[in-house]
């Protein structure tokens, strides 16, 4: 019995990237290798992306046969990407976890200067929210947690080092 529906998938996120109000890169993951292999490709798809939604109200957007949520904040835009039949409301829930995880870590100060000066965490939180494009974490205070546990057990790690040298 052929529904003509997709199969579901764990695989539910394709990329993830956060831009300044310039369209400059500040982090990108893209999870489907098949997606846009190159470098060029991706600045292409994000420069598009940018450039269809930076000015508008709305928070989706359905451009190159891809799902885009997305959300802004003081000068920062943050993107999840997810195929044209992905569920809006799941790529929504991994949008509001990485943007209240920042809020969290950042301590409510989302904006470009903060999110730079603390992109180690960034990466961290965005692998707890977002693995191979497998949803992985939807609580903020969740990814928080794990982040701060993993940040303290590299510290311990650094300072078990430089006593045993």
Known sequence: MDSGAPEP????VKALFILDNDDNRLLAKYYDPKLYPSMKEQRNFEKHVFNKTHKTDSEIAFLEGMTIVYKSSIDLFLYVVGSANENELMLMTVLNCLSESLNLMLRKNVEKRSLVENLDG????????????VILESDPQQVIQKVNFKVLQSAKEQIKWSILK
């Open 122 to 133: 960034v990466f961290l939180v965005v692998d707890e929210i977002v693995d191979g494009g």
């Open 9 to 12: 998938s764990l695989y539910t």
